[in-house]
């Protein structure tokens, strides 16, 4: 069983930034595409990006792109989720998943591990 943990989430002003992280338990995940998705209070999750196993692929619905990007380091069992630009809007439990599957999905349902998520909080 693949176990993730995330880190680096807390409060932020607006127009601020965070860097998340998420750790994996050994060294599969290196071989695996890594998603990171979102879920506010009383709204669905909600796929935020994805990185192939190699990291030089990644994607993001355009109302995220260029202000959030996925990068990853394998030799540390580590994906990044780099958030600038921070909106009120942003405010959610930011979670990181594995997908043992082809790149890509944005379905939370084809993610086989999670991680437990962190809190993510932008003040207006």
């Known amino acids: 069983q693949l176990h993730l943990v995330e880190s680096g989430g807390g409060l932020v002003q607006a127009g601020g930034a965070l860097r998340l992280a998420c750790t994996g338990s050994?060294?599969?995940?290196?071989?695996?595409?890594m998603g990171w998705f979102r879920q506010a209070p009383g709204k669905e999750r909600e796929f935020v990006a994805a990185?192939?196993?190699?990291?030089?692929?990644?994607v993001s619905p355009d109302a995220l792109k260029g202000r959030f990007t996925a990068s990853r380091d394998n030799a540390k069992n580590t994906v990044y989720l780099q958030m600038n630009s921070l909106k009120p809007e942003d405010t959610a439990v930011y979670y990181c998943?594995?997908?043992?599957?082809?790149?890509?999905?944005?379905?939370?349902?084809?993610?086989?591990?999670w991680g437990q998520g962190t809190q993510v909080t932008v003040s207006s």
């Open positions: 990185i192939n196993w190699k990291g030089d692929r990644t």
């Open positions: 998943a594995v997908d043992t599957g082809p790149f890509y999905s944005d379905y939370d349902f084809s993610y086989d591990y």
């Open positions: 050994d060294y599969t995940f290196s071989s695996y595409t």
